[in-house]
């Protein structure tokens, strides 16, 4: 079982940052970033295989999202620069002990990973 919580969220002007961060107990070694608009589908934004160190990222967010780990703290960043008014949504991380790196992309490309957090709101004004 893995249990997630993120923080990190508010509202900024656009081409600002933030940085949100999940926090987890219990084991897992693959760790995305997603995130809803309302009316959208849940979209994959970046994800970690923290076993290979590989990361992915959506091609709306390269050059300006990076994901992170901090193995002490249990936490998964993600660094949010140059903001745009499309980047607003609620953002979820995710988490999954994938057997292997391939299971690990698989299971975020299909936003099938079996643990999840509640969730904290992005908002960018233009």
């Known amino acids: 079982q893995v249990q997630l919580v993120e923080s990190g969220g508010g509202s900024v002007q656009a081409g600002g940052s933030l940085r949100l961060s999940c926090t987890a107990s219990?084991?897992?070694?693959?760790m995305g970033w997603f995130r809803q608009a309302p009316g959208k589908e849940r979209e994959g934004v970046a994800g970690?295989?923290?076993?290979?160190?590989?990361?992915h990222y959506a091609d709306s967010v390269k050059g300006r999202f990076t994901i992170s780990q901090d193995n002490a703290k249990n936490t998964v960043y993600l660094q949010m620069n140059s903001l745009k008014p499309e980047d607003s949504a609620m953002y979820y991380c995710?988490?999954?002990?994938?057997?292997?790196?391939?299971?690990?992309?698989?299971?975020?490309?299909?936003?099938?990973?079996?643990?999840w957090g509640q969730g904290t709101q992005v908002s960018v004004s233009s």
């Open positions: 995710a988490a999954e002990p994938s057997s292997d790196g391939g299971s690990c992309w698989a299971q975020y490309l299909a936003r099938s990973m079996n643990y």
């Open positions: 219990g084991y897992y070694n693959c």
């Open positions: 970690i295989y923290i076993d290979g160190g590989s990361t």
